[in-house]
Structure formats: structure tokens, C-alpha cells
């Protein structure tokens, strides 16, 4: 069966809307994606007959919102093939996830451990690191990327060792779309111990996730980059390791008692989750994931890669073009750059066309330096993105890139 | 001319065509020609930040004017850098510090450009600005 | 001009559903408030026109989203008579904006220094207080409340010193209603040059909050106590504060220049935003201030103090009720107990008959327990509760206390 | 009776009342008239987590039957429980083990419940089952 992209393109409203005039071209997915009507009108729904704070009441409302928030977290648990629903920690987004996990782990690194990392991490999975290791004099190491975008494999086993203390790297590369072996580096890694976290940002909407086959410690996504709204997230770990980190938010429901010399602190979730929760984003992140799995990531995936190798190969034909991020295993997204021309003029002008791109370093400042980029051009796919779009955009750029030369 | 009348001639030049795209280019075509800026005054001391591309603005006195050059990395700043400097390059600092800005907007650039965008125009302005006032308080002093 | 309670309440859309075949009378809104149509729409909007991270593109929906987004901060730092609009820092909530502040002053503290705070905060403001203290081996200080549910201002001014590093404290008590003398605690404080931080969870929807006048370091609020969405509050600080304190997530708008070594934190008030925005929400709470600011808080304050003491004396006419907290300056926040009853009984039937209240202990364990309670009923109004939803509740209360005696 | 008659009689007293307000005023007259717990037992070994409310749940062997007595400080989770102690009282620990509690459905009660009340309902069920359990050992074990 096709992929129906024609009918679903019909549950995004802002897909019918114009720019400069134009109808608008959406390749900018990498950073925030569009949502479904499902979505929007759950987050209506909600507001209209729902609303209530959560677990504290003992009112009718209150009741409501509390079956149908932990409802999502039983979804979105069995989505990721979580072993236990309380493994799912909800939170602001992928960086809210990993600052967690990083502030929890004061108290597992000391002073010339090291902490590993990947040069090719989004700030978000690469600063709380480094800041991490700057209080505790520890050691961020920082696994190479080679040439076509691949990780260094054998250079990281070799930095795998008993003084690492955590391995934080992302499944796919926000820049460069490389899908990284998680598997295989997990379980290096666990041969010595090493928990492992996997920034999971641009993988929830285009892979499938399971949680219990990557074996890893954490995943942490956010729900605005998969179609879901702004303003939630998840982070996953094993409840053994989420058991014994210490919270670093405190108050609402995350306590069970407390007086002025001490606090109890709840079970798990609850442990993680301080303050009133954002229980309306969180169900419009249960539909869209709903929504993904009724199309079926493997068929997202795959009406993806279509797009991403007629885009490739219309962009090869271009003189001038360098693509950065040439892995085996790619997600529908291309980083390039034109010789002679600047990112963010092809950008401007791209845009007075409908086509919103993104350009500039993609918040991987030290990765787009290493590659001698001051920045790039980057199209990132969604699910509503369409061939005859793809056609489009190339002939724009051409446009564009014979104004400028 | 006046600044007002520079500017004047600016807004009627854009207003000429009807299509962005057109403008675009016309800006492009700007920036291409801009006299590029004497390499010794690339540097950090120059660069003018709060722009995605880089700006280098550069001035100098000469017979109680001041005259701009500047450079950017991206032809598009380059073409609204130009635009600045054609309109306010050649005039008394005194000048300077009266003009009415208020030609951007009726160009629609502002407008139209994007924030980062939109904050480098502010900044540019910002640093001519307090080019022309070094030199005015220079000048008092003397 | 009368309160055009009847009019504004078509607005709100929940309030028109039915709860256990009842109309649904909401007196929960110290828990969370219902939002009006006003709200929705926006969020509604925002994603089906407007949808974009910020910021960073250099498209059109980046910038329609970031115009929105700043635009939204340069309103609320207007609302809340702010001096910069960089001092407005967008969080998740009250709680995340006490612990951002918290967090950020352990580098502030040390052994042996005193932070202060009063009995009657909610977990929210005296967990992150307490376990900093614990941290750093200081002193967790706590002004007590006197029989009425007011501070004990004369021993309050005692326990200030140079030892006290920082003072945090409610504005309104979200178990008592007692509006705490904000001005003249902060002006005493400060005559030791200490800091001063206010929970305004409970007040932002209910007083006019003008930071300059209350001359308080920081100020803190979530939008969904104010008739906004879910997910967002505010953390005001003084700029010469918020330039001093270290953030404490990372990644995102935060950085500006990073390399592997390094980072370079971005200026106020991105430094202490890591991560996506969460836009749509922060466009709801823009909408609901400016909601609140047609209506007048005035006048929104005017009327439910009459739904107060209309509330409170019809109450006392009832044998066997004791309101716990009668502070003279109180918002309409009404907690009692019935002799011989449970709280979670009352609370069961009244939530047969329509009424949402809430029972426990507020998240206020220590406050609570001081009283000799172990729990209340709790009756919160908000500007869209009536005079005969307050009549329908004390004829089912007195029918629930015949039930249950 | 067995359980499974004791249940039905229970959903049918329920199904009497159409009124959520009655069935609520017939679970508090359980509740007043629940045998009181010895003060012994009101220690908190026998303290059931979960509820709002809390309740204390003691059991005692006689004649090879489990004898359960109770307590809560609120009286409608006393009715609650005074329900499952006369359905589940002066059995086997092999029947209690084998019951099927669906009645509870039947009556509308976990649907009526609010979540920290159902949880408790939860949490009251599993310890009446760690009870039968435990007696079960004991006795095989003799
Ligand atoms: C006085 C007070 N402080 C703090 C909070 C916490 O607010 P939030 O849960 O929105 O972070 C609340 C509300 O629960 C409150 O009433
Ligand atoms: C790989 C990667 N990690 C982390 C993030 C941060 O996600 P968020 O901003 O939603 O917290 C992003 C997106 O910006 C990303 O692409």
C-alpha cells in the first residue's frame, strides 16, 4: 500500500497555509514539527472537559485527569517496549531530560572519572556533560566522527573503560541524520559497566524506539519533534538506575512526607516529577504517538528514505554542492553547503519561496567547526513532506544559488 | 543630498518592484558592489554582532564627514549594510545622529526581515551611531 | 458596573459540562484554574499558523513564533511591572522557578548560614530550601504562623541577620488565604541586604502583583493558576540577580559560544532557558494576563472577596464548622473542618453534588500538622464562581454533614 | 453462602438504589455499624497504604477460616471495607484466594472511585490476599 500521504497532509492545518505568498514548505522537522489536527483538538478536549490538577484531588475532574495522564504514560511505557510504566519520567523535553539525568549524577562522579561523549552531540547533550565534569574535575572524552559523518567505532571501544562513568550519545545526529549503532555500543559498553544514555531527539518520530531491545540506562525525547505539542518530553530509565539517582526538583506530588528537618521522597514516578504536571501536553504527546503508530514507523521510515535519496541524488546534480553526512544509515536529513555562498543568504531566499530551512550551526556548534563549517544549509523531513515538494525545493535552490553567485 | 532625500530616493527604488524576489535581488546586487572594506579593518574590533553572517563596519573623518565601509560574509547583509552606508556615508556626524530612521520601514525591510535579521539591522545602526558620536565629541573637544 | 459574572462565564467552556449528572460548580482553583475560550483559541491558533521553534530558523514561522514569543515576554514583564523585560524567565512553573533559584544558590551558601522561610509555605517553597540546606550543612529557618494564619511578624524581624542568606516566602497562603505583609518583610530584609523570594502561585490570579512596589528579588508564578495553559510560569528576577546567578540546565538558546573545553553562556534572559520554549503555552499565559488585565484584577479581587464573606458567614452559621485561618487580609480561600468528620468524606459527596473542593493536606504537611489537622476541606474561588454556587454548596454541605453524623 | 453468593447479594442491595447519593448513604450506614477493630490492632502494622484516608486491616484464624476486622478514620472507606469484610469473612484462605472480585465492578464502585480510592481499594484487596496467603503457608506447613 502507498503511503497515503495525500489524505494525512489534511490533518495538518498549517500545511494549507501561504509564506511570502507561497504555499508553505516545511523542511524544517529537525527542529520542531507540525501537529496533527489530533493533536490540537486533544489538547481542546482536554481544556474543554477535563481540566484539573492531577493525583490530588479527590473531585470528579481531578479523577478524569488523573486516569486519562496516566493512561498516557501506560501508552507511551508500551510504546517504547518500557519493562514498567513508572519508567517513564515526564518532563519538559529532551534537554530537560538529560539535565536531569546529569544533575543526578552528581553524586556517581568523582574527581578524574571520565564521562563520554560523542563530537557530534547537540549542545543539550554536551554542556550539562561538560559542566558535570567541570565541577567534579572529571574528564569529558569525546568519541571522533569520521569523514562521512560515522562514528569512529573502533577508536570508541577503545575509549570504553572501568573510569567512565556514563556514556551519553545521540541516536541520530540532529546535522549530519547519521543513525548510530546504538545496540552495538551499548553493549560494548555495558561490558564494563557503564550505563548509557541515548539522546533520543531525532529518533522518536522517524525509527522505532525500543527501549528493551538498545538495552540502554536512559532515553530521553521530546514530544514537539514528533508531532506532539511544544513543552513535554520523556525521559526513560531502568527503574533500577532511576531508584537509585537522587531528585533534583523538589515539591508537589515527588513527596510523600515531609516535615521542616526532612523529607520522604514518592515512588517512581511520581520521585521525578516535582510540581503540577503539564497534563495537557502530555496527552496531546499520547495522540501523537498514537497517530505514528496507526501509520506505522516502519512505514514512516520508509516513505522517509524515499524522500531523502530523490533529495540526495537531485541535490548531487548541482554544481557546487557539498552534502555533509554521508552515512550508511541515514534519517531524512541533509546538511549541505554551496561553494561561494553563505548559508544564511540561500536560507533568506529559500524562505521568500515557501521553503523553510534551517541554516546555522543546528546547536552542534563544536561538530560544524571540527568540519571547518562556519555553518550549513540543513532540510529535514517529516512524515506530510512530499516528493513533487522535494522537485520544488530544488528548483527554488537553483533559483536561488544563480541570484547569489 | 540630504540624508532624508538619500533615503528618499532608497524607498522609491524598492518600491519599483512589486515582487520580493526583486528586491532580493536588487540587495544582492548591493552587496556584490559594495566597495569592499581595506582588509586591515576585518577584525574582531570591527565585527558587529547579533547577526547569524558577520559585519564589519569600518569609518573614517574626512573633511568634518564621515565616511563607511564595511563587509560581510553573506551577500544579503552586505546589500542592507550597503544601503545604510549609501544613505549615511559623507555626512557630519551631527547629521548622522539626527537621521530619521523611520525609511526602513517604509521599505518594508524590517518588516521583513527575520529577528536575527532584524536585531543585526539594529545593530548596524546602533554602531553608526556611536561612530558618529565618538566623532562629534572628538571634534567638540578640539 | 456590577461584575459581569454571568456574561464572562460563557467564556469557559468546562463550566458548562455536567459532573455526576450536576452541574459542575469548581471551587478547586488553588489547585488549577479552568481556562476561557480566549486561551484555547490561542493555543489553537498558535498551531495551525504560528508553529515554529524560535530563535533559530531564519524562516517565516521561526519568526512569526519568536516575534510571538518575545512579544509575549515583553507583556507579562509590563503585567507584572517588571524594569527589563529580560528579568521575565519563562519555566515550567512555580516549582521549577523556586528550584532554578535554589539550585543556582548553592554556590551562595555556606556552612553555617541561615535561609529563612515561614510555616506556611507549600512543599514547593521549603523542600528545594531544605535540602540546599541540608547540602550545604546551613540552617533552614522557620518563621512561624500564629493562631489566625498570620505571620509572626515581631519574631519575624528577629530571626533576620547577616546570617540569612536568602528569604523565602508565600505571598498568599494556599492552605489560609493570608495575603503576607510582601512590602514590609522584603524592606526589613533588605536592611540586611538579603534577598528576597516570593511564591506568588496563589497570588498572581487574585492581587495586582507590581515586583517594583513589592521590591522583591524574585518572583514566582504558574500560568495555570492564572486561568492559562498548563506547562509554563514565570520566574522574575532582578537583572543585577540573574546576571549574578550560575544556570543550571544547559543546552539549547542558553549557549552562546561552545566548544569541548568550553562554554560561553548566552545573555539574560535566554541563560537560563535550556531547551525548546514551550511557545504555545507561554502564548496561553500571555492571553490569560491579558484576559485578567480587561477585567481589572481589581475587579476581579473585589468580587470574590464578596464571594468570601458571603462564604465565610454562611459557613460559620453552620454547628460543628471551624474555618482554619482568618487572617484579616485574606484572597477567597476558605480551608475548614467539620467536628467528627473526615475531610475526604465531605469531599466524596460534595463531589456527588457537583462541587469540586479539595481535602488532604494541601501539599502544606508541616503547616497542616502544626494546626493538629490531618487535612481540610478546602474551598478555592476563582472570578468565574457565583454567589449561588456558593448557596447550592453550603445546602450540599449541610446535606453531606447530615449523611455523615 | 459462598462468596460468590455473598457478592451478588451485596450488588443486588446496591442495584436497589438509583441514586449514586443513596448507595453512598448505605455505604456510610456500613460504615457506623462496621464491629470495631481491636485497639490493639489500630497500630501501624496493620495501617493499609494508599488512601487518603487510612485504614487498618487485622486478620485472625478460626476454625481454618480467615476472621478480618477493620477501622478508617473516614467513614465511607469504612463502609468500603465493612463490604469486602462481610463478603470475604469466615472463609477459607483457599476460597478467598480463589475469589473473584469483579462484583466490585458490578456495583460501579472502582468506576465511582477516585484514583487515590481506588488505589486503596487496590491496596485493601492485596493485603485481604497476603493475609489468606500467609495462613495458607501457615497451615501447609502444619
Ligand atoms: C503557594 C503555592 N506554591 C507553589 C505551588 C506550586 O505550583 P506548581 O505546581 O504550579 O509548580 C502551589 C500550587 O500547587 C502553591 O499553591
Ligand atoms: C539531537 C538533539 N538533541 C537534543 C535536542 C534538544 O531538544 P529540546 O530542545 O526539545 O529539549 C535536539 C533538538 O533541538 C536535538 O536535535
Known sequence: ?405 | MTIKEKAQAVVEEFWMFDDWMDKYAYLIELGKDLPVIDSQFKTNNHLISGCQSRVWLHAEEQEGQIVFTADSDAVITKGIVSLLIRILSNHTPKEILEADFSFLESIGLQEHLSPTRANGLASMIKQIQLYARAFQLKSNQL
Open chain 1, 1 to 405: 500500500m502507498a503511503f497515503p500521504v495525500n489524505q494525512l497532509r489534511n490533518d495538518f492545518p498549517i500545511l494549507s497555509t501561504q509564506v511570502h505568498g507561497k504555499p508553505l514548505v516545511y523542511f524544517d522537522n529537525g527542529a520542531t514539527t507540525q501537529k496533527p489536527r489530533q493533536v490540537i483538538d486533544r489538547l481542546v478536549q482536554y481544556y474543554e472537559t477535563e481540566n484539573s490538577n492531577v493525583h490530588r484531588g479527590a473531585h470528579h475532574l481531578s479523577n478524569l485527569a488523573t486516569v486519562s495522564f496516566e493512561g498516557a504514560r501506560n501508552f507511551i511505557a508500551q510504546y517504547i517496549n518500557a519493562q514498567r510504566t513508572e519508567e517513564v519520567i515526564f518532563t519538559r523535553g529532551t534537554t530537560d531530560s538529560i539535565n536531569l539525568v546529569a544533575s543526578s549524577f552528581h553524586s556517581f562522579i568523582q574527581k578524574g572519572d571520565e564521562v563520554l561523549i560523542t563530537a557530534m552531540e547537540h549542545h543539550s547533550n554536551l554542556v550539562p556533560w561538560q559542566q558535570l565534569c567541570k565541577n567534579k574535575e572529571a574528564h569529558l572524552c569525546v568519541i571522533q566522527v569520521l569523514e562521512d559523518g560515522m562514528l569512529d567505532m573502533p577508536v570508541a571501544r577503545k575509549m570504553l573503560s572501568p573510569k567512565v562513568k556514563i556514556l551519553a550519545f545521540t541516536h541520530i545526529s540532529n546535522v549530519l541524520g547519521t543513525i548510530n549503532p546504538v545496540k552495538e555500543l551499548v553493549a560494548e559498553a555495558h561490558r564494563y559497566n557503564i550505563p548509557v544514555l541515548i539522546d533520543g531527539a531525532q529518533a522518536i518520530a522517524h525509527v522505532q524506539v525500543d527501549v528493551q531491545e538498545l538495552d540502554c540506562e536512559f532515553y530521553a525525547f521530546s514530544a514537539h519533534k514528533a508531532y506532539g505539542p511544544m513543552g513535554t518530553g520523556v525521559l526513560y530509565g531502568k527503574s533500577e538506575w532511576l531508584n537509585k539517582l537522587p531528585p533534583c526538583q523538589f515539591g508537589g506530588e515527588m513527596i510523600d512526607q515531609v516535615s521542616f528537618d526532612k523529607t520522604v521522597f514518592n515512588k517512581l514516578p511520581y520521585k521525578f516529577e516535582a510540581g503540577t504536571p503539564n497534563v495537557a501536553d502530555v496527552l496531546g504527546m499520547e495522540t501523537a504517538l498514537r497517530y505514528l503508530d496507526t501509520l506505522g514507523i516502519k512505514n514512516i521510515q520508509q516513505y522517509e528514505d524515499g524522500l531523502l535519496e530523490h533529495a540526495t541524488s537531485s541535490l548531487l546534480k548541482i554544481p557546487g554542492i557539498k552534502i555533509i553526512g554521508r552515512a550508511k544509515q541515514k534519517t531524512a536529513v541533509i546538511s549541505f553547503i554551496v561553494e561561494g555562498i553563505h548559508p544564511y543568504d540561500l536560507g533568506t531566499l529559500l524562505d521568500q519561496m515557501g521553503i523553510a530551512v534551517r541554516t546555522g550551526n543546528h546547536c552542534a556548534q563544536p561538530l560544524v567547526e571540527s568540519l571547518g563549517l562556519n555553518g550549513t544549509i540543513r532540510v529535514s523531513f517529516g512524515l506530510y513532506n512530499t516528493l513533487s515538494e522535494v522537485d520544488y525545493f530544488i528548483d527554488s535552490l537553483k533559483r536561488a544559488i544563480n541570484m547569489l553567485l
